[in-house]
Structure formats: C-alpha cells, structure tokens
C-alpha cells in the first residue's frame, strides 16, 4: 500500500534518516520502533506528505507524492488519520467540535449528520456521552481516545499513531492498545504505529521495523524481531 523508497532528511548539518527501505502492506499493523529522538515521527510526518525528503520517495498505492498536485495530495491525506502524541486537541473546542473538525471543514454533512458520525466514533472508543465536555475535563488517555475518535472521523484507509501510549500509566495503555487491536480489526485499516513502548508494540503488532542511526535495521514478526542474533536489535531489546 506504501513504499518507502530509499529516503534521506536532514536538517541542517545533521543526518536524520539515511536511506529508509520499506514497504506497509494493505490491512497490516505495522509498529516502526526506536529509540526517542531517532526519526520515527520524522518519518511518520513523510509518510503523510507533511515533510519534503532531501531525496528519495514515498509512494502510496503506485503514485509517488512528489508527483501529485497540491490537491491531489490533499486529497491523498484525507485516507490518512492521525494520533498525535499529545492527541493535539483545541482546548477551546469541546469534544464533539474537536472530533467533528474535519467533518466541518471537509465535508456538506448536515450538523445532523454529524452528529450521528461523531456520537458513533466517540462510541468506538468507548467515551459516549462525552460530546459536550471539554480537554480539561478529561484524563490524559480519554484525550488520547478523543485524539483517536478525531483520526477515525473521515473513515480513512490508513491510521499513523505517533507514540499512542507515551505519559500513560500501564493500565491506560493497555486500554489504548487494545483499542488499535480493535479498529484495526473491526473497521479494516492499516495501522502504523511509532513507538519505543515495547509492550504496545507487541501487543498490537503485525510486524515490527526497527530504526536505528537513520536506517531500518531490521523487520520482520514479532516472533523473528525476539529470536534474531542481529547485535543492534538485541542491544535495543535489552533496554526494554
């Protein structure tokens, strides 16, 4: 569905991604791991179209970006939803207008309409009858799941989530990750997920990319990631 073509960026002086190699496959839970400050949301923000590489190319479904118009590559972002890692909500804005804010801007739907979209969204997520509460009144993973309801509101094809359990306690997380299980399975998307939060990541994981000094080091299963002798995956492992 992506491939991710031999892709360089820096900034200034410094080499962030060096070279990046890999393929997302359609309806898959890819989990891109790292240590912090290695490039994965770097890479995310390519991935999108948010970032220019310095050379290279990311190509969704046989259409390389830097081919596409200004529109077209807009249109290409409406397939895409977006966990931030702080879940970027407008703290001005009440739940149902955080969740319906590319309803608003993108669509005609009727407020209605919109409502019934929203009220489904916040349902898949398990907050109900929060609509007309604000970011402050909700707890650090309700504003991740609300951040989640927002990503899934367009109905996209593909979901980025940029360090979903990062600043949860255990419980919180897990409730995170069960939920990725869940709309990956129920509403048939392809996930990426960025993330150094090993129990997230094999928990939810299809297959795991690991990005170390710029470049994929290693992908493969779950299973292949804990059983490989490669020393830059087993030093990563050990910090775990």
């Not at 310095?54 to 249109?75: N, R």
């Not at 600043?167 to 990750?177: Q, S, Y």
């Not at 490669?230 to 492992?237: A, H, I, K, Q």
Request: with cysteine; proline share 3%.
């Amino acid at each position: 569905m992506i491939q991710i073509k031999n892709l360089h960026k820096s900034f200034d002086e410094k080499e962030i991604l060096r070279g990046i190699n890999l393929d997302i496959q359609r309806g898959e839970c890819l989990v891109i791991l790292g240590a912090s400050g290695c490039g994965k949301s770097v890479l995310l923000k390519h991935v999108i179209g948010l970032m220019q590489p310095d050379s290279g190319e990311v190509i969704y479904e046989g259409t390389p970006l830097s081919e596409l118009s200004k529109k077209q590559l807009f249109d290409v972002r409406r397939k895409f939803g977006m966990l931030f890692q702080s879940a970027a909500l407008f703290d001005s804005m009440t739940v149902y207008e955080n969740v319906s804010l590319g309803l608003t801007e993108h669509t005609r739907l009727k407020e209605k309409e919109k409502r019934e979209v929203v009220r489904e969204k916040l349902g898949l997520v398990g907050l109900s009858d929060t609509e007309d509460m604000y970011p402050s009144e909700l707890s650090g993973g309700m504003r991740k799941r609300v951040g989640l309801a927002r990503a899934i509101s367009m109905d996209p094809s593909v979901i980025l989530y940029d360090e979903p359990t990062t600043g949860l306690d255990p419980i919180i997380a897990d409730t995170i990750n069960d939920l990725i299980d869940n709309l990956q399975n129920r509403l048939n998307i392809t996930s990426v997920v960025v993330t150094h939060d090993m129990r997230s990541a094999f928990k939810v994981g299809d297959r795991m990319a690991l990005l170390s000094d710029g470049s994929i080091q290693f992908v493969g299963s779950p299973e292949e990631l804990e059983s490989t002798n490669d020393p830059v995956v087993r030093e990563f492992l050990s910090h775990r």
